[in-house]
């Protein structure tokens, strides 16, 4: 069964607009991870949180992880009509070796 | 060394025939995935092996599925008996050994059986 499970489904912005998307984990975990994936494509790692950390930054993405509420949140600043794809979040379980992913959140920018 | 890569990259196959795909992770890399997507969702796991050895397998992987790992480098991923149901992306993915890496995916094998 799949971990997490991203909120919206999906989300439509324009060029330049910020992107939230959130995620909620059912079982406690080592790290969260977000990975990006464009139509038809093998999936791109965006950025991990470890589950002592509470944000973290990568260019236009910032991270926040809530342990206590089992929840991250993904923010993609000044979005670009590349920045469209399916958005995961993967979580890597004390209990097993694979990182498990939830649906996903589609991302749709345009110009 | 250029990522993961899965081969083939598309199968179409009869409803009762054998499918088997080849995955090729990055080199330096002891752990290696097999994941399964539909459309709408997100991938989910099949296998999991630490080199050689096969180390997890999800539920979801019946006896009709088989996967090996000989000599800890590429992996094969086999279905038997294909049901329509068995259509979907089959995504492998690699990574180094210890926590919280991060995973290398390939560009997925998407099969189709008709």
């Known amino acids: 069964s799949q971990q997490g499970e991203e909120d919206p489904q999906a989300l439509s912005i324009q060029e330049g607009e910020n992107a939230t998307m959130n995620c909620s984990y059912k079982?406690?975990?080592?790290?969260l991870q977000w990975y990006r994936q464009n139509s038809g494509r093998g999936l791109v790692h965006l950025i991990l949180?470890?589950?002592?950390?509470r944000e973290k930054h990568s260019g236009r993405l910032r991270v926040t992880l809530d342990t206590s509420k089992k929840s991250s949140s993904l923010l993609i600043t000044a979005s670009r009509a590349a920045d469209t794809a399916s958005y995961f979040c993967a979580t890597d379980a004390y209990s097993g070796y694979a990182l498990n992913f939830g649906k996903g959140t589609s991302l749709l920018v345009t110009p | 060394d250029t990522g993961v890569s899965q081969d083939p990259r598309h199968k179409i196959t009869k409803r009762g025939q054998n499918v088997t795909f080849r995955c090729d992770p990055i080199s330096e890399h002891n752990r290696l995935y097999w994941y399964r997507q539909t459309l709408g969702q997100g991938p989910e796991f099949l296998t999991y092996f630490q080199n050689e050895a096969q180390l997890e397998k999800s539920r979801l992987l019946s006896d009709r599925f088989s996967a090996e790992r000989p000599k800890g480098s590429f992996s094969t991923l086999e279905i038997q008996r294909t049901e329509q149901g068995d259509s979907a992306m089959y995504l492998c993915?690699?990574?180094?050994?210890?926590?919280?890496?991060?995973?290398?995916f390939g560009q997925g094998t998407r099969l189709t059986v008709v």
């Open positions: 079982t406690s975990i080592n790290n």
């Open positions: 949180i470890r589950s002592n950390e």
């Open positions: 993915a690699s990574s180094l050994t210890g926590g919280g890496t991060e995973a290398f």
